[in-house]
Every structure is written in C-alpha cells, then in structure tokens.
C-alpha cells in the first residue's frame, strides 16, 4: 500500500514539474524581447560611452608631419600670430618672449610666464631648464628651428611659420590659409576644436564682408609709420598689407620694383606718395606697438600733418584707415579679423 501511494507521489511530481516546464517554454515564445532587453540595454550603454581623448595628434607645420602631446602641460610659444589665440582659450605658457609682444598681453605681466627675450638676441638656453613638452615656432623665431630642436631633443617642436612674401607667389592665399591652418592646428593641441572652427568662420566672413565693401575701381595706397617718418609699403610685400592686396584685389595707387618685405616700409618719398593721388590710404603705425618713448608722434598725427598728403583724395575725403595700434607686435588671426571689420565698415561709407 504504501509503495503504492509512494509511486503515486513521484508520478504527481514529475507531471507538476513537466507542467512548470511548458509554461516556461511558452511564455519566451510568446514574448520573443524578453531575454534580448540585457543586450539591447547593454549595446546602447556601450554606443553612448564618451570616447577617450588620444595623447598625441599629428600636426603638419612647415616641415612635415609632427607627432605633439594633446593638451600638453609644459608649452612655450615664440610665434606672435599665436599668443592672442592662445591666451583667449586661457592656455597657459611657460615662456613667451616679452620683448616682442604687445604690453597688454597677459603672458607679459604674468611673472611665471619666463621671458625668452626677443629674436635678434633669444636666451634659447632658458628652453633646457625648462624642459618643455610643446616649443611653438614662427615667423620671427622660425630660424632658430633646428637650434631649439636640439635643446630640447624630448619635446616636440612645430613650426608654424606661412610665407606671405611676394616671392611665394600668392601670398594672399597663403595668409588665409596659413592663418586657418594654424588656428585648426592650435585645436587639436589644445582640445579646442569648436573654438578653432568658430574663428575660422568669424574669419573667413570677416574676408567677405570686406571683397564686398570694395569698389573694385578705387586706388589704394599702404605706408607704415615709424618714427615720425611715412614709408611706402608696397603691394604683396610685407606681413601685413602687402597680402591684402592680392586677396581683395585692391588696384594699387603705387608700384616700385624691388620693394622690401618688412614693416620698415620703402624709402619712397613722400611726394611720390602724394603724387599717386589714392583714393584710400591704409596706415600701419609701427611704433604704436613697440615705442615705451612718451615723445613718440602717432602716425594719425604724422599722417595729418604731411603738407605734401594734404590734397590727395584720401585726405580731403577723409579716406583713411589704421590698423589697430598692437599690429606689429600681434600678428594673429583675431587682427587681421579686426583689420577686415575696419575695411569693410569703412569702405562701406
């Protein structure tokens, strides 16, 4: 009796757990997203993960292809088109050369900021105590390029320098493209990469703003002042309005051979400057950014008081422009914006 009731038992048993069985069977059947919802969560958490930042990034300056540390600790800067840049995205700097930057620069007042001196006479052996990570080149410095590269043998050196010389063929092109460059460049160091291409595009409709506000008929003439005297700067030479020429197409008031390609200006008189008659004149005032000297006369007032420029058009129109006051020293693409604002609002009177 009892083995009876026993078998009876195990048989109840094994019928319960085969019923247990089924409706589990049935139930993933019946709804096909219940054992994929771990995945499904699991892919999309994956998919979202923000991406790690690279430690380096390759860089191409004027002599190939860099390999430079992404965000890098220990930086100098020796290029006057990057400091503006740089100092408005607050990257801080372990040695700028003071001598040759504008005095409101705040790497300037910072004491902890070393002062490599100026590119005629650079105390490059400040660089080997330093031992930077990142040494950036340029334009003034950019000779010095193997020297520093051997100082400092660890760090990686770029030199960022662009030709605009009237020698390099079209230095227009160059200054739009070396200026674009270079700002891409500065934000994949620094992990600016929206910044860069904000300025990039302040930048680029800066230059349009300023092709549509010229005529294309009036004449112009560019000088740089310094030290009382006005120098003829001449077209598609120099940094800074030579270039401008080619990319606004601007017709010159005045053309010499063999014009210099510095901010010294031509020695052409300035009854040759009054004789071309321009229509506009556009006034780089040198000593603006670099003379301490009280007794210095500012190029609007030397401009003003030029007998022999007192009948052109430019001056009896009131056709001039200047460029802003720290040009020399501050040769970044946040000028030339500023420059081509000036030129467009002006031309546009």
Known sequence: MRKSISRKFMFMMVAALALVLAACSSNEATNPNATSTNATDTSAS???ATPATPATVEITDAHGTVTVP?????VVALDNRTFETLANWDVKLAAVPKEVMPANSPYVADEAVQNIGNH??????????????????????SGFYEDIKKLVPNAAVIDLTFDVSAEAGTPGENLVNGFKDTTTSLGKIFDKEEEAS?????FDKSIEAAKAAYNGEDTVMSV?????????SAPHSGRVWGPLYEIF??????????????????????????????????????DAA??????????????DNAPALKNTTAITKGQIMY????????????TFIKIFNNLSETLAK
């Open 249 to 286: 197409n601007w017709v010159p008031a005045l053309e010499v051979d063999k014009s210099s390609a510095d901010h010294q200006g031509d020695d052409i008189s300035v009854e040759a400057i009054a004789q071309s008659n321009p229509d506009w004149i556009f006034v780089l005032d040198r």
């Open 46 to 48: 994956t998919s979202t």
């Open 224 to 232: 740089i002042v310094s030290a009382g005297d006005i120098g003829f």
């Open 198 to 202: 904000q300025l990039n595009a302040e």
């Open 323 to 334: 460029a802003p006051n720290d040009t020399y020293t501050n040769e970044s693409i946040e």
């Open 70 to 74: 992404v965000n890098p600790t220990n």
């Open 120 to 141: 005629r006479e650079p105390n490059l052996e400040l660089l080997a105590s330093i031992q930077p990570d990142l040494v950036i080149v340029g334009q003034r410095f």
């Open 290 to 303: 670099i003379s301490s000297d009280e007794a210095s006369v500012p190029a609007q007032d030397v401009i």
